[in-house]
């Protein structure tokens, strides 16, 4: 009777042990755990660690509350301006209020990509093609806002969004790629003109210098000369200044005669002259 009494004891402890181990939970440190007892939110959360439960009473489920990223599918959708592109994105976000994430949405994950989805083609329909080239700082602020306002009833939290591509058509990649060319063409002409400018301003200071120095042309036409005798396969002809030519004209001219002053000169000039011979006699005249 007592070895029946004391298997009793021995047979309830061990189903006691069994069914104390069935309850025990493991939460690692950055999950939290949300208990249900007969369908019924139970407590607080449950901290990381040790947590018992009733088993067949109550049911635990465990959230992650490490940030998760999710890549949002490629959208396809119109511009402002009338342009078709295809833009996708990723979202970053955490559960922040695990009771909120697994009462108030049936799947959290799934709630935030479809929200993610949608918000994405409305900042296509709402933005330009520029803005999505070039302006995407503010657009991503957009779209963070517009998930972020229905996920903080789910309890979660959205980190950050980011666009991470903007695909357009061949015919639109070509146009902007002529536009681009077509602008550095423009400023590569404006940049030339404005060298011309300076350059002609400063051929204007260097010709009103050497008119006023006639010496510093000739050193300029010497040092001309000397850097073209510097090429071994050139012909050099040397011009002749134009000074040279002024005083060889000035040397050939004859000297001017002195005008007459008064009645002695010019007797003295007659008496100079030989006397005048009367014509000769033709024959037979």
């Known amino acids: 009777m007592l070895q029946e009494v004391v298997g009793a004891i021995i047979g309830a402890g061990v189903v006691g042990l069994v069914y104390l181990a069935a309850g025990v939970r493991v ?4 999950e939290r755990g949300v208990v249900f007892r007969l369908g019924r939110l139970r407590g607080d959360v449950r901290a990381p660690g040790l947590a018992l439960i009733i088993p067949a009473v109550d049911r635990l489920r465990k959230v992650n509350l490490q940030i998760v990223t999710m890549p949002i599918p490629a959208q396809e959708g119109i511009t402002r301006d009338n342009v078709t ?3 996708d ?31 994405l ?10 803005d999505l080239l070039s302006n995407r700082e503010k657009l991503n602020e957009g779209l963070e806002l517009m998930i ?17 591509d903007v695909s357009l058509p061949d015919t639109m990649k070509r146009s902007m790629a002529r ?16 060298a011309e400018l300076q350059a002609s301003k400063k051929l204007a200071e260097a010709a009103q210098q050497m008119a006023d120095t006639p010496s510093a042309l000739q050193l300029r036409l010497l040092q001309t000369v000397m850097a073209v005798a510097a090429e071994k396969n050139s012909t050099l002809v040397l011009p002749i200044p134009v000074e040279l ?5 000035k040397g050939q001219s004859p000297p001017t005669p002195s005008p007459v002053s008064d009645g002695t000169n010019a007797a003295h000039i007659q008496a100079l002259q030989p006397p005048l011979q009367p014509p000769t006699p033709r024959p037979g005249g």
Do not use: C, H
Request: aromatic share 8%; proline share 1%; no cysteine.
């Open 85 to 87: 592109v295809r833009v």
């Open 245 to 249: 030519l002024r005083f060889l004209e």
């Open 121 to 130: 083609r409305s900042i296509i329909g709402k933005s330009e093609l520029d």
């Open 179 to 194: 536009q681009a060319e077509a602008d550095r063409e423009r400023r590569a002409r404006i940049i030339n003109a404005d």
């Open 148 to 164: 972020d306002s229905p996920a903080i009833g789910w309890g979660v939290q959205i980190d950050r969004v980011e666009i991470k």
């Open 89 to 119: 994105a990723v979202v970053y976000f955490k559960v922040v209020d695990a009771s909120a994430a697994i009462v108030n949405v049936e799947d959290y994950r799934f709630a935030v990509s479809q929200m993610a989805q949608t918000s």
């Open 27 to 30: 939460i690692k440190q950055y």
